[in-house]
């Protein structure tokens, strides 16, 4: 056995040797072909992890683990307080279920390479679905249940799925959220038409089935449809797409390679400290990259037990509710969102909650999503006597970039950081012209191509947009998004988006989405959305419009009210655009480019940096005291 290896070691050896360093890491998957070299860099900025093996990442998920002995283990737990249930599929019935379904999806034509479009909740059949493409080789693309039909409709258009699974409903606390007119919307405005729709029915809200739809269950249930066995693909072939918000309205579909698993099952030990038989319970959703990567692929590609949360931090039924699953499930760690114990902080200071359980099996916190505030990380570090470990990442790398390796090595932590560089990225900061800055100095933060295995492999149908969108800026590096920068300890401190991506409640979105939503109401003239800093939501989106001439005054909410429907029933209700103001113009560069981060310091409170080639500064001192929200 290798002798264990200390943070410093294997980020060196990962960095100066990759080629070695992911061959090994490789040995933990059952190939089918065994992969001769890790990295094909032929052909860059695009580059390629294990070219010529082959494998299956629902085999490596499943199969392997019945056939090493632990089918009789907890693959799945599904804790459901919204429905009242709770469900364990240990691993041979986890395989069995996936099997099932994936023949079902093989009925309908699915085969290697099609794509399939999954609108679910946090159900067990989500997974299921998403393993049974893998299975198939097929590629899913799983859209997050609080969007609406005009966001699923863009990325059924743009994946051209040959089948679309989806759930009957969604439970939400304070309602039954009908899935199945969504899904029937979207279809409706959408130029591609997949071959079918399956629904899973769920007793809460049964939907009508029409042409070409079909009850997915009762079609798992038909003994006439085989099981599906896991199919050979390239570790190359896309896993699936992740559709995010980029600075466009124009979604954009992250492409995973099946080579990920590789990434995702070296992290699981040396990240989360988290091997067979342990118990980590993601508490996100499995429609987000965290969701994907450590609710369903890594820790059941680490022979894990994994938990499937239907529910709330807080509501369902109250602030105890994490608490209660840790208790229950004997859970060694959870992951989720700052934005959530924020939630639990404001209900259960003093922790009266947490008193009611026993959570003695925990061993770290992880968050990841948006930036830690040092006053959460103090506050649950206190409360929990656990370290709480913050994570950063994007769906585009599909795991941590920054993190404290808990497996390997306990670091110091320190608040505000979400610590070192994780093995396989080699991030820098660098000035506007690529300069390396020395440390402390804020700049872009970016990473070193090649990246490691398990990041994006391009965009869906657009390599040029992955060009233009992340390697353009810099030559030889992958633009963040974020900036920040990186003290002498080697510690990483992000501190925001430098376009115009905000984070509501650890939901990515665009603010440029939600803009061209407001500009096609047909009273808007213009419009502006910029995210202003929420001490439960991390940020919250707030709408300028500008109205076409002659409308009066007094249809101001009206027309206010009409779009926030707007925004709910195109992007969908998790975009929480509660407030828009009309004004009478926005503040713009002589060049008209409208000044969204001035007007968002000057929201925030903080001192606005007002850019010399302002066109008129009357309209920014007409536009403060609705900025700061002074009475009028
Ligand atoms: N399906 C349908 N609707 C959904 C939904 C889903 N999967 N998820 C959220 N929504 C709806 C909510 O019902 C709410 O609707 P409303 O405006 O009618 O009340 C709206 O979207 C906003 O939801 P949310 O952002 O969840 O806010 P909230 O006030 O209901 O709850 C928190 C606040 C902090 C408890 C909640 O945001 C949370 O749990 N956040 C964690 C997020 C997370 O895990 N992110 C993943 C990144 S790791
Ligand atoms: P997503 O793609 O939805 O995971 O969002 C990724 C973005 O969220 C990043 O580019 C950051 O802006 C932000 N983010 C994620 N994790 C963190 C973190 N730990 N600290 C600061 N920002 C974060």
């Not at 608490?323 to 639990?344: G, Q, S």
């Not at 968002?600 to 940096?609: C, D, V």
Request: charged share 20%; hydrophobic share 40%; aromatic share 8%.
């Amino acid at each position: 056995m290798a002798e264990p290896m200390t943070y410093q070691q294997a980020y060196q050896e990962s960095i100066g040797d990759p080629e070695g360093f992911w061959m090994r890491a490789g040995r933990d998957i059952r190939w089918i072909r065994k992969p001769t070299r890790a990295l094909d860099s032929s052909n860059p900025p695009f580059y390629q992890w294990f070219p010529d093996g082959t494998l299956n990442v629902s085999y490596n998920a499943l199969d392997r683990h019945v056939i090493e002995g632990r089918g009789e283990q907890a693959a799945l737990i599904y804790d459901s307080p919204v429905t009242n249930s709770k469900v364990s599929y240990s691993y041979i019935e986890l395989l069995d279920r996936v099997a099932k379904c994936a023949g079902v999806l093989r009925v309908f034509g699915v085969e290697r390479g099609d794509r399939v479009v999954i609108y679910m909740p946090m159900i067990p059949e989500a997974v299921i679905t998403m393993l049974a493409c893998a299975r198939l080789g097929a590629i899913h693309s799983v859209v997050f249940g609080g969007f609406a039909a005009g966001e699923i409709a863009s990325r059924i258009d743009d994946a051209k799925p040959k089948v679309v699974v989806a759930a009957s409903a969604g439970i939400e606390p304070s309602r039954i959220v009908e899935y199945k007119p969504m899904i029937s919307a979207a279809l409706e405005r959408a130029e591609h038409s997949p071959a079918a729709l399956l629904v899973f029915q769920r007793p809460q809200a049964v939907a009508e089935l029409g042409e070409n739809e079909y009850d997915l269950e009762r079609l798992m249930r038909d003994g006439s449809i085989q099981p599906a066995e896991a199919v050979e693909v390239a570790a190359t072939d896309p896993l699936y797409v992740l559709y995010t918000s980029g600075t466009t309205g124009k979604p954009k579909g992250i492409v995973r390679a099946c080579s990920s698993a590789v990434a995702l099952r070296w992290s699981l030990p040396n990240l989360y400290d988290v091997g067979a038989g342990d118990v980590m319970f993601t508490a996100s959703d499995v429609g987000w990259v965290v969701g994907h990567s450590y609710i369903v692929y890594g820790p059941l590609l680490a022979g894990a037990t994994t938990v499937l949360y239907e529910g709330k931090p807080v509501g369902t039924p109250d602030a105890g509710a994490f608490w209660r699953i840790v208790a229950e499930h004997n859970v060694k760690a959870l992951f989720t969102a700052p934005t959530a114990i924020r939630a639990i902080k404001k209900e259960d200071f003093d922790g009266e909650r947490l008193a009611e359980h026993d959570i003695s099996s925990l061993e770290t916190l992880f968050l990841a999503g948006e930036r830690l505030d040092p006053d959460t990380f103090e506050w649950a570090g206190r409360l929990l006597g656990v370290p709480v470990v913050d994570n950063w990442w994007q769906t585009e790398t599909g795991w941590p970039i920054a993190s404290s390796p808990r497996g390997l090595e306990t670091l110091p932590l320190k608040p505000g950081s979400p610590s070192v560089a994780v093995p396989g990225y080699d991030v820098r900061a660098l000035d506007a012209e690529g300069r390396q800055l020395p440390p402390e100095v804020e700049g872009e933060l970016v990473i070193k191509l090649p990246l490691p295995p398990g990041t994006l492999s391009t965009v869906w149908g657009d390599d040029a947009r992955y060009v233009d969108g992340y390697l353009s800026t810099f030559d030889g590096y992958y633009l963040t998004g974020d900036g920040g920068y990186i003290d002498e300890d080697g510690y990483i401190f992000v501190m925001g988006r430098t376009d115009d991506v905000i984070s509501v409640a650890g939901h990515r979105l665009s603010t440029g989405s939600l803009e061209a939503v407001l500009s096609a109401h047909a009273d808007v003239a213009e419009c502006a959305v910029i995210g202003v800093a929420d001490r439960l939501k991390g940020q919250l989106p707030r709408g300028l419009v500008v109205l076409k001439a002659g409308i009066p005054s007094s249809e101001n909410p009206r027309i206010c009210s009409e779009l926030v429907d707007l925004v709910r029933a195109e992007i969908g209700p998790v975009a929480a655009l509660s407030r828009i103001d009309v004004v009478a113009a926005l503040p713009k560069t002589r060049s008209g480019k409208i000044l969204r981060k001035t007007m968002r310091q000057i929201a925030e409170g903080t001192q606005p940096l007002v850019p010399g080639t302002i066109e008129d500064a009357g309209v920014l001192d007409a536009l403060t005291p609705v900025l700061r929200g002074d009475p009028a």
